[in-house]
């Protein structure tokens, strides 16, 4: 009897020590794969004859070898910091980097446009690729990581690997606000249009072999720079309207995302907060360093961005980058970056990676 008891503990240790070690083992992330827009785009419209592109001075002056790579900043982009954060390379290439090399499809590439939304009509106005021809191209770098990596492999890269995808904010400000393109909608009933679209979009991916998703919320576009100066007064304050939008459409997607996740068998899909943590670096600029959060560093910092942020137009481009949260006048600073990056990767991204 004492020795059957012996026995069961034994066995029973040794199932205890079985699972410990499964659990401990943390399941390889190969890759990091980014769908959206110019905030992750490095700079796949370099080839495009769109209003959204950027490969030129002063975009890129404190990035490595002072490149404009196509990047919408003056140094390194979200992806970039995520990227190198988890370990797993220090910048994410494009997908049409002519350059791109059998090892980048192996560890991951953006196929974000400048311009895009998860609206069609958002891309189409800015000559972008939408997400749609962004997931047309991801079917052709599956076909080629097939033939790099070989099929079964290949699965397993698309099945383990890590999925961004950032956009909304172009649907919102540009394209709902700014140009009134989708008039025959109130903010609710295009806010619904997008969380349907963005659910469509990652059922998509799903059905593709894709399983580890973060959706990333749009941040408070009614303090972006731009919007400041074309209806924020005078005095360029916050537009409350957008802000509100804002919260609307981060508040829809959360609870869309949460239903997915239960729909989809195992699927890990997350929604991943930004608006509080740059609404604080807006708000509280002073305490993170930055003397200047309401205009951009390049040129008047009040409307330029893109074409018009361009070295030969304009004389007044600020000299110290890092005092300035936002680099033109809708995109963020690498400092800015930095800082809205680093809590997002320590506070989700564990679940995912
Ligand atoms: C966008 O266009 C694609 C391709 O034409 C289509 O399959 C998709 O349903 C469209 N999405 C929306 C939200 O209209
Ligand atoms: C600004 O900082 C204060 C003090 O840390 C904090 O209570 C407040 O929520 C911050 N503002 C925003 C918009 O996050």
Do not use: D, H, K, Q
């Given at each position: 009897m004492q020795m059957a008891v012996n026995f069961l503990y034994i066995i029973f240790l040794h199932l205890v020590t079985v699972v410990v070690f499964q659990s401990n083992a943390t399941p390889e992330v190969p890759a990091l794969i980014v769908f959206g827009d110019s905030i992750v785009d490095p700079g796949n419209n370099n080839g495009l004859k769109s209003l959204a592109k950027c490969n030129f001075p002063p975009y890129g002056r404190d990035f490595e070898g002072q490149?404009?790579?196509?990047?919408?900043?003056?140094g390194k982009i979200p992806t970039d910091f995520i990227a190198s954060q988890v370990g797993i390379k220090e910048y994410l290439p494009a997908y049409l980097d002519p350059e791109l090399s059998d090892e980048d499809l192996l560890t991951g590439v953006s196929f974000a446009s400048g311009g895009a939304g998860f609206d069609n009509i958002t891309a189409k106005v800015a000559s972008s690729y939408t997400l749609w021809d962004q997931l047309q191209m991801f079917e052709e770098y599956k076909r080629k990581l097939e033939s790099v990596a070989g099929i079964e492999r290949a699965a397993e890269i698309v099945k383990d690997s890590v999925y961004i995808i950032v956009a909304g904010s172009n649907d919102i400000?540009?394209?709902?606000?700014?140009?009134?393109?989708?008039?025959?909608?109130d903010i609710p009933s295009y806010v619904d249009y997008i969380v349907q679209a963005a659910s469509s979009f990652i059922k998509n991916l799903y059905n593709l072999g894709v399983r580890k998703i973060g959706i990333v919320g749009v941040p408070?576009?009614?303090?972006v720079p731009m919007v400041r100066t074309i209806r924020g007064g005078i005095t360029r304050e916050c537009v409350e309207i957008y802000n509100q939008a804002s919260v609307l459409l981060n508040r829809e997607l959360s609870a869309e995302l949460t239903r997915l996740a239960q729909e989809l068998p195992s699927s890990q899909i997350i929604y991943l907060d930004v608006y509080n943590i740059l609404h604080d670096l807006i708000m509280n600029s002073s305490h993170y360093g930055?003397?200047?959060?309401?205009?951009?560093?390049?040129?008047?910092?009040k409307v330029e961005a893109t074409l018009l942020c361009n070295e030969e137009l304009s004389t007044l481009t600020c000299q110290d980058t890092s005092k300035y949260l936002f680099w033109d006048a809708f995109h963020p600073t690498e400092r800015a970056y930095e800082l809205l990056v680093t809590p997002l990767v320590k506070n989700y991204l564990p679940i995912l990676f």
């Open positions: 490149s404009a790579t196509g990047r919408f900043s003056n400000m540009v394209t709902y606000f700014i140009s009134n393109l989708r008039s025959n909608y408070p576009l009614g303090c930055f003397e200047e959060a309401t205009r951009g560093c390049c040129g008047t910092g």
